[in-house]
């Protein structure tokens, strides 16, 4: 079997803040991670483990302040803002636990955003947002503004909207977290359906061992440090 190229690499990752002050905090200390193309990754581990920061550094929304992190075969260490910023509209599609819509503004124009900033053109990016809102169920709120949304509801726009540029990797920040158990079931299987059916690399954070245990790989975090690696099921819980 032919091994999937790595697509994230990570080694010695440390991320420190208040450098050379009485208060200084290392929230990271010295990660090694590697991550294979088309694998569903879950990290888990207590508030103030780490988890956050390693999946800013990830994203590229922060650098690490020791360590080394190639993304798809990019050394990040030394991109500059401008070509991460690139990387981030083009490789790497965001959900987090907040949604992160725009109030103002229509489920179809939100979902448009990264196609703007990636320089699709209007035509092209109205036809595959309205494709991706199908895709995820809100095919019937396409002119509804978040405000007029349920919780999963934002959460579905937000999963469309992360694959507006259809990037390679999703990292999803607590997706399920701000909702109720059958609400995040069904966010859960979107995920599991753009990595069976889309072949998605997805990098989930996530506090629930429950979901957690659906992925291919669980890696857990504590005080900065991975402390554990084990497979998962793999498969959704029906």
């Not at 990040?76 to 503004?105: C, H, M, P, W």
């Not at 390679?168 to 753009?194: C, K, N, W, Y």
């Amino acid at each position: 079997m032919e091994e999937r190229r790595k697509m994230i690499e990570m080694t010695g990752i440390v991320k420190k803040y208040f450098i050379d002050t009485p208060n200084e905090l290392a929230a990271l200390n010295g990660v090694d991670l590697t991550v294979h193309e088309g694998e569903f990754l879950a990290v888990v581990g207590a508030s103030g483990s780490g988890k956050s920061t390693l999946m800013n550094i990830i994203g590229t929304l922060d650098r690490p302040t020791e360590g080394h992190y190639t993304l798809d075969g990019v050394d990040t260490n030394a991109a500059k803002d401008s070509e991460l910023s690139s990387i981030r509209n083009q490789k790497v599609g965001f959900v987090f636990q907040t949604y992160n819509l725009i109030a103002r503004t229509s489920a179809l124009m939100n979902v448009e955003l990264p196609m703007l900033y990636g320089g699709m053109s209007r035509k092209e990016r109205n036809e595959r947002a309205e494709e991706l809102l199908r895709m995820v169920g809100m095919e019937e709120r396409m002119k509804h503004r978040p405000e007029e949304l349920s919780g999963g509801q934002k959460q579905r726009v937000a999963i469309a909207r992360a694959m507006g540029n259809d990037p390679s990797i999703i990292l999803a920040d607590e997706p399920t977290g701000a909702l109720d158990s059958s609400t995040g079931r069904m966010v859960m299987d979107l995920f599991h359906q753009l990595h069976d059916e889309k072949g998605k690399t997805i990098i989930l954070i996530t506090h629930s061992p429950e979901l957690a245990e659906e992925t291919e790989r669980i890696i857990t975090l504590k005080d900065g440090a991975v402390i554990s690696e084990r497979e998962g099921s793999g498969h959704a819980v029906v």
